[in-house]
């Protein structure tokens, strides 16, 4: 069988799971990126980020996605978690009412501490516990298209959709970074980024940075 070695991609895109404690960001991780889920509520530890590379429009995307280590509880997230992200996955708990009204604490969060231009998704996690549920459906739509968020109900349980939630914010990313390329490119009649090379959104002229990554 013909495999990659790992350092072959054509872009590294960093992402950034946030939302508050408990409501599975980390288990929506480990579904994404090794398949699993893990029923016991200890708080994360070590892990500040996983990786998993999928394909996208034909290309070969290298996702890093960084998961807190707890610090959300004490409102404590550092602004190095959120450098250098193109994507954020925003987690409320369809059965914990107050996780969905922190949402705008969130976008908040995001907006001191982010790149303007990040793509942010809001995800309503738990939807196995449908007979639980304290926000509906609907209230989320309307949020979500009140702030312009892209929105899915997800089960890291069941793994339904989670593959299509950061498909999705992949995707948007992608267009965005296609765009600005092709727009430099008939601007200024420059190279479209080189393959591996990490792209920061946030480059007026698509250029490539050296941003990402380090703590
Ligand atoms: N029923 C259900 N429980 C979940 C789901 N995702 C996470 N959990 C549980 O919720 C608790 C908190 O999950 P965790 O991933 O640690 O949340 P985090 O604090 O946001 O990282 C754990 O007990 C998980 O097993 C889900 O989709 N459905
Ligand atoms: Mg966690």
Redesign the pocket.
């Known amino acids: 069988m013909a495999h990659r070695v790992d350092h072959e991609y054509d872009y590294l895109l960093k992402m950034v799971?946030i939302?508050?404690?408990?409501?599975?960001?980390?288990?929506?991780?480990?579904?994404f990126t090794r398949n699993e889920?893990?029923?016991?509520?200890?708080?994360?530890i070590g892990v500040e980020f996983a990786t998993r590379t999928l394909q996208i429009a034909g290309k070969t995307i290298k996702a890093q996605i960084w998961?807190?280590a707890?610090q959300?509880?004490y409102r404590a997230i550092t602004s190095a978690y959120y450098r250098g992200a193109v994507g954020a996955l925003l987690?409320y708990?369809i059965?914990k009412k107050q996780s969905f009204d922190n949402v705008q604490r969130w976008l908040r969060e995001l907006r001191d501490h982010a790149d303007s231009n990040i793509v942010i998704m809001m995800a309503g996690?738990?939807?196995?516990?449908n007979h639980l549920r304290a926000v509906s459906e609907e209230d989320a739509h309307m949020l979500a298209e009140k702030e312009g968020l892209s929105f899915l109900e997800?089960?890291?349980?069941?793994a339904?959709n989670i593959e299509k939630a950061f498909q999705t914010i992949l995707t948007e990313i992608y267009h965005i970074i296609s765009k600005k390329a092709l727009a430099a490119q008939a601007a200024a009649s420059v190279a479209a980024p080189a393959p591996g090379t990490t792209i920061n959104v946030a480059d007026s002229y698509g250029g490539t940075t050296k941003s990402c990554c380090s703590t």
């Open positions: 799971l939302g508050d404690s408990g409501v599975g960001k980390s288990n929506i991780l480990s579904r889920f893990s029923l016991d509520s200890k708080s994360t998961d807190t707890g959300e509880r987690v708990d059965t996690n738990k939807s196995d516990l997800t089960s890291a349980l069941e339904v």
